[in-house]
Structure formats: structure tokens, C-alpha cells
């Protein structure tokens, strides 16, 4: 299915410049993308996008008006996300960090996060699949991240939007989330059918029992959660 077919993808997306290694922007950038639109946001607003890749959602965050600060652990990613920063003409903070390692002290009002969160037989520690591939649940990201963007959230009001598959259980997600101090519900989900890293492993996706024999579609979901 194309991006634009499930709704995912706005028309007021981005020219980027993605360098090769770099994790390019796809359906599960626009639905998250997206998500952000429907955010109350603009000059004031603190912005922190977590594994930037590319930096189309630091971008648009800045097209939005908001002070932002992206970081990504990959090298590529940082200068990809710089790139694009200068092609539009965009002021963002962009840093090397593992996630939120060198992010300071400083309390944000939106966390953006696009996270690695595909099951995988094992977690790279360099090369493109960093990018996609999580360990065995698809969690080894997702769950570092529960445990530590609520002390980077702005008290009474502070919001994150992650988005990663239904094959990572967003139910966890939520009790993790809610577990830390966070009000947190799913905010969007869609369907896309499998993709190539998918479709490469999916005789091991069926033994581990994350899909089902006649599965084609991946479920993609948005959890939003707020710090009181």
C-alpha cells in the first residue's frame, strides 16, 4: 500500500536529503509526523526528537515555530539531520547521543520518537539495521526509552509521541509509560502490509509467534503520553 493510500503521509511533507546507513522517512515517519500536527505547538515550545535519522520531524517541528533539539546515536544521521536543518533554512540543536545521554537538565515540552522496534533474531551495535532492528521482542529501545524520557518531560503538561509496531505489544508500552508517572493512551494506529525487513524473516516471526501464518499487514500505532 502506498503511504499516501493509508493517510499517513501529509502534503505538507519535507524535501529531505537522506545519506546512505540513514534510516529513510517512511510510513511510520508520517503517521508519527502527523500526530505532531495535531499538537498544540509553536514559538515557545521545546522540542526534543529522539533517534532524528533524517530530522524530518526536527524539521517540521521547526517549520512549526519550535525550538528544537534532535539527537541520533548513528554519526550519519546527525549529519543527515544538519543537512536538512541548513536546506530549510531551520535552526536545530543537533547532537550525538544516545538517547537522552546528552540532552542536560533541560525539561522539554514534546518528545518525538521514532525508534528502532523491529523483532530480530540480535541487536546490531553498528551499521543501518541499528536503525530498525531491536532485539528479540522488538523492545530493547522501547523500553529504555519508558524508563527515561518521563524525567526529560515538562511537569503539568509535557507530551511524548512514539510510534513503533503492534508486533511490540503497545500494551506494554502503555502500562511501562503509565508505571513511570505518564498518562498515556494509543492516539493513532493504521495498517501497512509487511515491508522487505519483515517479509526477509518472517519464517522466524512465525516460530517466535509474533504473526500469525496468514499475517500480511503490520499494525503501526502512535502512543502519546503526558506528564502531569
Known sequence: MDAEADGTRPFSQPFLVTLPGVYAPQSDTWLLLAALEQEHTGP?????DIGTGSGALAVRAAQLGCEVTAVDIALRAVVTARLNAMLHRRRITVRRSDLTAATGTRPYDLVLCNPPYVPAPDTPRRGASRAWNAGSDGRAVIDRLCAGVPSVLRRGGGVLLMVHSGLC??????????RAGLDAVVSSRVRIPF???LLSRLRWLHERRLVRTDDTNE???VIRAERP
Open 44 to 48: 515557545g515550545t521545546n522540542v526534543l
Open 169 to 178: 505489544d503497545a500494551d506494554i508500552t502503555l502500562d511501562r509509560l503509565g
Open 195 to 197: 515491508g522487505p525487513v
Open 219 to 221: 499494525e503501526l500505532v
